[in-house]
């Protein structure tokens, strides 16, 4: 079991950053892989970013990429969600998420994904 909590989100600015951040317990010794997921009101689930166990392999969501920057810190446990330039439309729910894999392993497949935080809500005002 791999527990999830993030934290970070809060009410900012258009243009403005964020670092969300997820810090993870419980079986911590296997590699597995961390993604962050969205949801804005109304809307389903959606990728956003994904860095292997190695931190070597990262996918980004198109509508972020350049923007936001995800890396992992193995001695803290926690991966991160760097998020600049922000858009009224990346008001959302942020979930963290982890999956068993080799240390290279990334995937965008949220139903691959066994492992999931409560969520830290990020607000973007215009």
């Known amino acids: 079991q791999v527990q999830l909590v993030e934290d970070g989100g809060k009410l900012v600015q258009a243009g403005g950053s964020l670092r969300l951040s997820c810090a993870a317990s419980?079986?911590?010794?296997?590699?597995?892989?961390m993604g962050w997921f969205r949801q804005a009101p109304g809307k389903e689930r959606e990728f956003v970013a994904t860095i292997s166990w190695s931190g070597r392999n990262t996918i980004y969501a198109r509508s972020v990429k350049d923007r936001f920057t995800i890396s992992r810190d193995h001695a803290q446990n926690t991966v991160y969600l760097q998020m600049n330039g922000l858009k009224p439309e990346d008001t959302a729910i942020y979930f963290c998420a982890a999956v068993d894999g080799d240390n290279e392993f990334v995937t965008r497949q949220q139903a691959q994904y066994g492992y999931w935080g409560q969520g830290t809500q990020v607000t973007v005002s215009s």
């Open positions: 419980g079986r911590t010794f296997s590699s597995y892989a």
